[in-house]
């Protein structure tokens, strides 16, 4: 019993290290300006509310993914 706990334990351990989140997958590729955080007076970057809610009802483990890849952030437009 004990052996099949732990099976069940890694399992699920592996499964959410390589799955994937949502931003990261279906929002395309990241941009430098995405990855870069804003200085200081700068104003902050926007984040996309659908893959942020998909990640937080799917796969919580993905936001800590999508944030530190920087697809969560909406692309830069350029003004």
Known sequence: ????????????????????SC?????GPVSSCQRTKPAP???QREVRAGALILDV????????VDFATGAIYKPCTNK
């Open 23 to 27: 931003a990261t997958v279906f929002c």
């Open 1 to 20: 019993m004990r052996k099949m706990k732990i099976k069940i334990l890694a399992s699920v351990l592996l499964v959410s290290i390589i799955l994937p």
């Open 57 to 64: 009802l799917l796969f919580v483990p993905g936001v800590i």
């Open 41 to 43: 007076g700068q104003p």
